[in-house]
Nanobody, 120 residues
Framework: QVQLVESGGGSVQTGGSLRLSCAASGRIYSTYVMAWFRQAPGKEREFVAGNKWSIRSTYYADSVKGRFTVSRDNAKNTLYLQMNSLKPEDTAVYYC?????????????WGQGTQVTVSS
C-alpha cells in the first residue's frame, strides 16, 4: 500500500508560480510511474506531467510544456511539480498519482488533491 499527500497549492495571479509537493509513503517500486493529474470544475481529469525514474524520463501534456517541470527526490520520497507562468486555465485540483501505469492508464494510487487557483 502506498499513501500520497499533496501540498503547496494556493491562489496566485496570472504569470505567478507555485511548487506542488507529493510526499509518498510505502513501497514504491522502480517500475512505478509518478505523475500529476488535474481536474477543473465541470471538466474531465487530465494528465499533466509524469516521471519514470527507472529510465530517467519525463512526460508533459501539451498544455503545460515549457511552463511546468516535474522532478523527484527519492531520498525524501517526494514528487514535485514546479509551475511557472500560470494561467487561469491552470485552475484545478491537482492530484498526485503513482503505480504501475501504461499508455492511457494511470497508476492505482492517488492523493487527496491540492487546489490551485489562478486569477486574472
Amino acid at each position: 500500500q502506498v499513501q500520497l499527500v499533496e501540498s503547496g497549492g494556493g491562489s496566485v495571479q496570472t504569470g505567478g508560480s507555485l511548487r506542488l509537493s507529493c510526499a509518498a509513503s510505502g513501497r514504491i517500486y522502480s517500475t512505478y510511474v509518478m505523475a500529476w493529474f488535474r481536474q477543473a470544475p465541470g471538466k474531465e481529469r487530465e494528465f499533466v506531467a509524469g516521471n519514470k525514474w527507472s529510465i530517467r524520463s519525463t512526460y508533459y501534456a501539451d498544455s503545460v510544456k515549457g511552463r511546468f517541470t516535474v522532478s523527484r527526490d527519492n531520498a525524501k520520497n517526494t514528487l514535485y511539480l514546479q509551475m511557472n507562468s500560470l494561467k487561469p486555465e491552470d485552475t484545478a485540483v491537482y492530484y498526485c498519482n503513482t503505480g504501475v501505469a501504461g499508455l492511457g492508464t494511470p497508476g492505482m494510487y492517488w492523493g487527496q488533491g491540492t487546489q490551485v487557483t489562478v486569477s486574472s
